[in-house]
């Protein structure tokens, strides 16, 4: 590739994320703040039913909910999101001569870009809770956010490649997210699961990355076992998404 056209790459990967954050936040009147208010809601609604009803032995659960929250509202956004991008742009896959993935791409950057935005909500949390983040985090967030986006564009490629043959995989993946919701420590502790089913949990590639996002916000260190089990699940994830666009692309303008 060379600088001329990798300049062409970078603008059109910058149009296409500032055209999807434009479509989020045409007409809105509260605007960023409906990136944050999902998770949060969803927070003191579980608040209320897990700690509240149920009685969870969670030390500061709002905070242990939260610090989960949203990055699983990122991985959601963006594979529900994704599952439709190269359907939803079907007069521009039609038209126009570009690489595909790139679609994709911007629904997970869009949706990457509001994850980092809502950081500092994290943040208030943490000083709530007499917390406060460490100096590290300039250096464990940027590891985090590499085989984050990448099991999520991997992930995103996928289900949209699948989508233009099998329109009911954008079904499909809600039905599935919604499952992996309650099979990945989001709303409770890894502890709580019996001993002889961890290895089970953890072959679900979403539960080592929501442990990792726990673990920096609440305790300012990563696991580093769990740290490259995420590393290993996001190359073979984002491995698999382009395996499968690449076979596939050639008949999206014919299909779709």
């Known amino acids: 590739m060379n600088k001329k056209s990798a300049i062409y790459y970078v603008d059109l990967i910058t149009i296409l994320t500032k055209k999807e954050i434009k ?4 007409n809105s009147v509260l605007g960023y703040l409906w990136s944050i208010a999902n998770p949060l809601m969803n927070a003191i609604i579980y608040y209320f039913v897990f700690k ?14 939260i610090s989960a929250l949203f990055p699983w509202q990122w991985i959601l956004n963006s594979i529900m999101g994704g599952a439709n991008s190269f359907v939803g742009n079907a007069s521009l896959i039609k038209k126009v ?3 595909r993935h ?6 997970v950057l869009n949706d990457a870009f509001h994850f980092i935005v809502s950081i500092p909500v994290i943040i ?9 983040p460490s100096i ?10 590499i085989p984050t986006f ?11 490649s699948l989508n233009i043959f099998f329109r009911d995989i954008q079904y499909l993946v809600g039905i599935i997210m919604a499952l992996l919701f309650y099979i990945t420590p989001v709303l409770y502790s890894i502890s709580f699961i019996p001993k002889k089913y961890k290895n089970l949990v953890l072959i679900n590639p979403f539960t080592p990355l929501i442990i990792n996002w726990r673990d920096i916000f609440m305790h300012n260190h990563i696991n580093l076992a769990n740290y490259a089990l995420t590393v290993l699940y996001s190359v073979v994830v984002i491995v698999i998404g382009f395996a499968v ?5 050639v008949r999206f303008a014919e299909v779709i």
Do not use: C, E
Request: proline share 5%; hydrophobic share 60%; no cysteine.
């Open 52 to 65: 509240i009803i149920m009685k969870f032995n969670i030390k500061d659960y709002t905070l242990f909910l």
């Open 124 to 132: 208030v949390f943490l000083l709530y809770y007499h917390k406060a």
């Open 102 to 107: 790139f679609l994709p791409l911007a629904q």
């Open 97 to 99: 001569i570009f690489p």
């Open 150 to 160: 990448l099991m999520v564009y991997g992930f995103s490629l996928l289900v949209a």
């Open 23 to 26: 479509i989020r936040y045409k």
């Open 136 to 145: 590290d985090w300039f250096i464990y967030l940027p590891l985090m956010l």
């Open 245 to 249: 666009y690449k076979k596939l692309q």
